[in-house]
Nanobody, 124 residues
Framework: QVQLVESGGGLVQAGGSLRLSCASS????????IGWFRQAPGKEREFVAA?????????DYADSVKGRFTISRDNAKKMVYLQMNSLKPEDTAIYYC????????????????WGQGTQVAVSS
């Protein structure tokens, strides 16, 4: 069992940066892979980034954000971060963090636990 809460969203101009945080209250946080997903109005939820358990040391990114976004985790603090640089208007969406046991995935349906989301808006 793990509970997730996102924060750090807001309004930013194109080219700016934001860092999203995902706080976990789970007892075994290090056993979970964490993904970030986003959903814009009228669109399906899409994969953004994922990070493996600490022992696997791997990350994955959607092509649309690769080179601009960085996912990281701090297991001592039970936190996962998404650093977003060079933001574009098309990055505007509600961003969600999600958790699944052991192995990361790019599919939203593979994740068992979800936060409530944080809004990111990027103006041109």
């Amino acid at each position: 069992q793990v509970q997730l809460v996102e924060s750090g969203g807001g309004l930013v101009q194109a080219g700016g940066s934001l860092r999203l945080s995902c706080a976990s209250s789970g007892r075994t946080f290090s056993n979970y892979a964490i993904g970030w997903f986003r959903q814009a109005p009228g669109k399906e939820r899409e994969f953004v980034a994922a990070i493996s358990r600490p022992t696997s040391r791997s990350t994955d990114y959607a092509d649309s954000v690769k080179g601009r976004f960085t996912i990281s985790r701090d297991n001592a603090k039970k936190m996962v971060y998404l650093q977003m640089n060079s933001l574009k208007p098309e990055d505007t969406a509600i961003y969600y963090c999600a958790a699944r046991t052991f192995v990361p995935s790019i599919s939203p349906g593979q994740y068992n636990y979800w936060g409530q989301g944080t809004q990111v808006a990027v103006s041109s």
